[in-house]
Antibody, heavy 122, light 107 residues
């Protein structure tokens, strides 16, 4: 079965960077895109971007352009999300999400990691 | 970006009630819509994709309908485990966008 296991909670100071990992198992790693979604405390869900594990290409939400970097390591079936210049508003749970394909071949989000809480505080 | 607007933002209902949550897209998204259920401290769980296709393992009391810009999620007979927050999300285009959520509470 598909499993996405994320790294543990982080506490960072404003201006620092954080790198969250997501280790995938139970499927062919390079066959599915991986997305990152975050959720601030008590708030809704926000898509951050996507990486194609096959070639490493990425697409980021405009809001995070220049601050987020998504990478992957095919040897360990792990994707990473690094967010820099952290501010208090970046305090959130960060999820990696793997899609599945509907009957038309469109990708929707089905498999979610357990989430990683990143707290930004001085 | 496509804006997704859910209503209501919160809803109180009783076990056994039939409830409907609506989701409107700011532009047409065909049937590329997912509904999620999220319980506290848990990751979202997909219930319905392609607007009306029930995810495997999801009880048949959940149903979805709509296309274009207007969609709905209906729970035919609320069970205690259904009290949660529900989100819609479009996968017509990037950036993927979510509704603001509907919190379903026990009356």
């Amino acid at each position: 079965q598909v499993q996405l296991v994320q790294s543990g909670a982080e506490v960072k100071k404003p201006g620092a960077s954080v790198k969250v990992s997501c280790k995938a198992s139970g499927y062919i790693f390079t066959s599915y895109y991986m997305h990152w979604v975050r959720q601030a405390p008590g708030q809704g869900l926000e898509w951050m971007g996507v990486i194609n594990p096959s070639g490493g290409s990425t697409s980021y939400a405009q809001k995070f352009q220049g601050r987020v970097t998504m990478t992957r390591d095919t040897s360990t079936s792990t994707v990473y999300m690094e967010l820099s210049s952290l501010r208090s508003e970046d305090t959130a749970v960060y999820y990696c999400v793997r899609g599945s394909y509907d009957s038309s071949g469109r990708e929707y989000f089905q498999h979610w990691g357990q989430g990683t809480l990143v707290t930004v505080s001085s | 970006d496509i804006q997704m607007t859910q209503s209501p933002s919160s809803l109180s209902a009783s076990v056994g009630d039939r409830v409907t949550i609506t989701c409107r897209a700011s532009q047409g998204i065909s049937s590329w819509l997912v509904w999620y259920q999220q319980k506290p401290e848990k990751a979202p769980k997909s219930l319905i994709y392609a607007a009306s296709t029930l995810q495997s393992g999801v009880p048949s009391r959940f149903s979805g309908s709509g296309s274009g810009t207007d969609f709905s999620l209906t729970i035919s007979s609320l069970q205690p485990e259904d009290f949660a927050t529900y989100y819609c999300q479009q996968y017509n285009s990037y950036p993927r966008t979510f509704g603001q959520g509907t919190k379903l509470e026990i009356k």
